[in-house]
């Protein structure tokens, strides 16, 4: 049972966690596959390293074109984008109802920042996140808890963070990993936009959806 009387900040990961975005991402890598000859996601997303970030996982699919392969995966996804990103139902209702409880809040994501911004001014013009912090922004990405240290590191010292007062929640294991690294309470929403969940982990707290999420926090609240 979550206890929300001493949360102070909550983190929340970007895609398929407050954005959902994976339409745009398979549709705008398609059309870059398409262009390179290249299996469709579905299939080349086999070859994808778990531990590290879409953007750094080019090397591995597109070898020595990946920088000019990412280039054109941007072009399509800042075009695509606008017509099909989306939040979940509930997401806006539990972070406003954190932030009247003056919880502050952050965005931790992997992904590039033009990406983000563009998206969260979309989705949360009216939200207030104190920091987001973005891909190679933090010493290490996520499933390291660097980018956890680097967003508090104006409130807190890795070794003042604790499970009551900071909050991770994200919808794969590199947010709850990242999380309990830094000793921060993991809490896992939905399922993992690669599908990756794995076997449920007894130090991780799960919902289904935010609906769910928020209903549990406005019981302890």
């Known amino acids: 049972m979550l206890n929300i009387s001493k949360l102070k900040y909550a983190l929340f990961d ?106 969260k001014e979309l989705l949360f013009p009216q939200i207030y996140f104190r920091k987001i912090v973005c891909g190679h922004e933090a010493p290490a990405d996520k499933p390291s808890p660097e980018q956890i240290y680097f967003a508090l590191a104006e409130e807190l010292i890795p070794e003042q963070i604790t499970p009551d007062e900071v909050w991770m929640i994200g919808d794969s294991p590199m947010d709850s990993q990242s999380a309990l690294k830094a000793h921060a309470t993991a809490i896992r929403i939905g399922r993992s936009i690669w599908g990756d969940e794995g076997e449920k982990d007894n130090h991780i707290i799960y919902f289904n959806d935010f609906k769910e999420f928020y209903q549990n926090l406005g019981k302890n609240s």
């Open 14 to 119: 970007w895609d398929n966690t407050l954005a959902e975005s994976r339409s745009s991402l398979v549709s705008a890598i398609n059309l870059v596959l398409e262009f390179y000859h290249l299996p469709m996601w579905d299939e080349v997303k086999k070859k994808r390293d778990c531990n590290l970030s879409f953007k750094d996982n080019f090397p591995r699919i597109f070898g020595d074109v990946a920088d000019e392969a990412y280039e054109l995966y941007r072009q399509h996804y800042l075009r695509l984008m606008p017509q099909q990103i989306k939040t979940f139902p509930y997401a806006c209702e539990l972070l406003e109802m954190l932030s009247s409880l003056g919880v502050q809040l952050y965005i931790v994501s992997n992904k590039e920042r033009i990406l983000l911004e563009k998206e």
